[in-house]
């Protein structure tokens, strides 16, 4: 939309919504459009857009006809808004359930649905509903964005348009196109899935996000309609888990202590309780230098990722998927890696921040949130509000421009929204029918309700009652919205260690320091430390707490599920240090001499250009991605860009590239 077209929304809008008898499309043509150069017909079609356009920000248009007129003639047929109907619902909220309902829409902050989870937090502060809360200590949990994908997806979803994409399949790693009519997106064990009606095959499937190997295509022009009542998390429920196996791996001697603690001792054998003794007797078969593992697993994938990045210092014997499953993603990253290197240049400096894409409907979905916000907030500084609203000044203060020559057609001053800023502090004294927020959008009741849903893991918040009455009293004010949540479904948030987490809890409220042993798989070693602990927060179920390390004199993060031993050391915590500002807390700190790698990343990888704090980004030609990144260390380096199977590969520095190839060629050739 032009900015032209949002002030003529707007006041389409404000005129709609402030006549009682509806207005006739000649009328609207005349003072609202002041149009007198395009024909009927392509001014019929500019209308007919603009009416979808008001629906799709939750407002319906009605169609009043004259009585013993038809509805089709222009002539005879008015057009007006309720004013109540498409208001959001006044929603009482506690001060326990604002605790409860924020952090259901901080699940969201940088997943899919966050700006959603954003639109619906601020109607609910809008209307006066939503009080400010103090968050419980030490709990942040967060939802692992994942993806483009994803967000194609629940669009999808939303609009019921098919989609289409390439899909690996588990058993064979066989791509086929798949076209599909998408009913829901959930996650189970771990993983997104999308369940829904593949039309080649005739039937319902289930289909891994993890496994898709092409980007979504939404078929706009097409519809479907999902299966009465469907519910997600109700047909995920219903995915057996896959049994367990046994994987036969060789290992190098004296590594990979994380894997070997998992390793079961041979059916026969003397066990034992030390990592270096769950391996056979024997060692029968096993080449020199290695020991052989009993690796219990579920899902070939997972284990077959995981083994992938191990490279020549792990052989997988037997089960054949396995192995199969290690070649194709050390096999997809060799490939990547021997292809034309393409030429490394870069934007001027700067941290590569994603930009946010500000159109003229961000724009006027804002403005309808702005002046309710402004009526029950009135003379907050013009900086608050730009900074409630995400946005600067200068954009702020364009809005309040357009704002303030919106008004009702051909109306006298005083039928124009009157808003004044004039010392800084913004007040508005006309509202034109603006001042309820409209009701919840599809996201908007998703991203909340299913945050909500995705808290019960979490038994701190799931007992007293607010979460479930919050629910509630949501699911009536969102009405028909607040159904079609059904089709999303969030991960599991509940740690796999609580008594971890309640030690790092307690510590937190208490002030006490900690000592720990803790886990690293880059460094393949066990070290121990006293830290501060300041705080916990989690992406999906993969709990966090960040410390200050009295070792490395500065702030870490420590994954619970790495930590081996933890308890208070009878001291108190220094008390200096503070966690990093925002979310999610970055989990490694980049120093400016660690040593700047370039980074090609394909286009299903591009989000990692993300997780890893890229210094700068370019974009490639097919959807690819250059990208700088700082590391500490980068002796594990191949092992992530094994990892990943052909969605990364290094460039720069020449000889880090050169040891990421032979790392590849060395564990391609065990097999």
């Given amino acids: 939309m032009s900015a032209s077209r949002t002030e003529r929304l707007l006041n389409l809008l404000i005129a709609l919504l402030n006549t009682k008898y509806g207005l006739r499309r000649s009328e609207l043509r005349e003072k609202v459009y002041h149009d007198t150069t395009s024909s009927d017909v392509a001014f019929g079609r500019m209308f007919e857009r603009d009416k979808g356009e008001l629906r799709h920000f939750g407002f319906d248009v009605e169609t009043v006809t004259d009585k013993g007129w038809g509805s089709d003639d222009p002539a005879t047929t008015r057009y007006r808004i309720g004013k109540e109907s498409n208001r959001l619902p006044d929603v009482s909220l506690t001060p326990e359930e604002c605790t409860v309902l924020i952090l259901a829409a901080q699940l969201w902050e940088h997943a899919a649905l966050g700006s959603a989870a954003v639109d619906a937090v601020r109607k609910l502060q809008a209307a006066g509903g939503l009080l400010d809360a103090e968050l419980p200590s030490g709990v942040q949990p967060r939802i692992r964005p994942a993806g483009q994908a994803f967000e194609d997806l629940v669009a999808a979803i939303h609009a019921q348009h098919p989609v289409s994409f390439r899909y690996a399949a588990g058993s064979t790693g066989t791509e086929q196109d798949r076209l599909v009519e998408p009913w829901g997106l959930g996650s189970r064990f771990g993983q997104w899935y999308l369940v829904g009606h593949d ?132 096999a997809a990253a060799a490939e990547f890696a021997a292809r034309p290197v393409p030429d490394v240049a870069f934007p001027a400096a700067g941290r590569a921040v994603r930009p946010r894409s500000r159109t003229s409907e961000d724009q006027l979905k804002r403005m309808l949130q702005l002046v309710p916000f402004l009526v029950h907030n009135q003379g907050l500084h013009i900086s608050e509000v730009a900074a409630r609203f995400g946005i600067t000044r200068k954009e702020l203060e364009d809005d309040l421009r357009i704002l303030i020559c919106s008004g009702l057609p051909e109306g006298y001053p005083d039928d124009l929204l009157d808003i004044q800023w004039d010392d800084d502090h913004v007040f508005i004294t006309q509202a034109l029918d603006l001042t309820r927020p409209v009701r919840f959008t599809v996201d908007e009741a998703c991203a909340l309700l299913t945050g909500l849903e995705t808290l019960n893991g979490l038994p ?112 108190p915590a ?3 240090a503070r966690p990093v500002d925002g979310f999610p807390v970055k989990l490694f700190t980049p120093n400016d001499d660690d040593t700047l790698v370039v980074v090609e990343l394909a286009p299903r990888g ?36 094994a990892q990943h199977g052909g969605m990364m590969r ?16 060395a564990a391609l050739a065990q097999y």
């Fill in 199 to 330: 039309r080649a095959r005739g039937d319902k499937r289930f289909f891994r996000l993890s496994r898709l190997t092409s980007a979504v295509t939404v078929l706009e022009k097409e519809t479907f309609a999902p299966p009465a009542g469907f519910n997600v998390r109700a047909e995920l429920a219903g995915l057996a888990e896959l049994p367990v196996q046994t994987a036969v791996v060789d290992v190098e001697h004296g590594r990979l202590l994380g894997l070997r603690k998992r390793a079961v001792p041979q059916p026969g054998s003397a066990g034992g309780n030390g990592p270096q003794e769950n391996v056979t007797q024997e060692n029968v078969g096993a080449a020199a230098g290695t020991d052989r593992l009993m690796v219990p697993f579920r899902d070939a994938e997972t284990l077959g990722e995981e083994l992938a990045s191990y490279g020549p210092r792990a052989r997988v014997v037997s089960p054949p998927d396995l192995a199969a499953a290690v070649r194709r993603r050390l």
């Fill in 460 to 571: 701190e918040l799931a007992e007293g009652g607010a979460l479930e009455s919050v629910t509630l009293k949501l699911l009536a004010a969102a009405g028909e919205e607040g159904l079609k949540a059904a089709a999303l479904s969030g991960p599991e948030v509940a740690p796999g260690n609580s008594a971890i987490l309640e030690t790092a809890r307690t510590a937190i409220r208490s002030g006490a320091q900690l000592h720990l042993a803790y886990f690293s798989p880059q460094r393949d070693a066990v070290s121990e430390r006293d830290v501060d602990p300041l705080r916990l927060y989690s992406l999906d179920n993969t709990w966090y707490l960040e410390a200050y390390c009295h070792s490395a004199l500065g702030l870490r993060n420590f994954r619970l599920d790495r930590i081996e031993a933890l308890a208070p050391n009878g001291r």
């Fill in 574 to 576: 220094a008390g200096t």
């Fill in 606 to 641: 591009t989000g990692l250009a993300d997780d890893y704090y890229a210094e700068r980004t370019a974009a490639l030609p097919g959807g690819g991605m250059l990208a700088e990144i700082r590391f500490g260390s980068t002796d594990w380096l191949p092992m992530l860009v």
């Fill in 650 to 665: 290094i460039l720069q520095p020449g000889g880090l590239a050169d040891a990421s190839r032979e790392w590849l060629a």
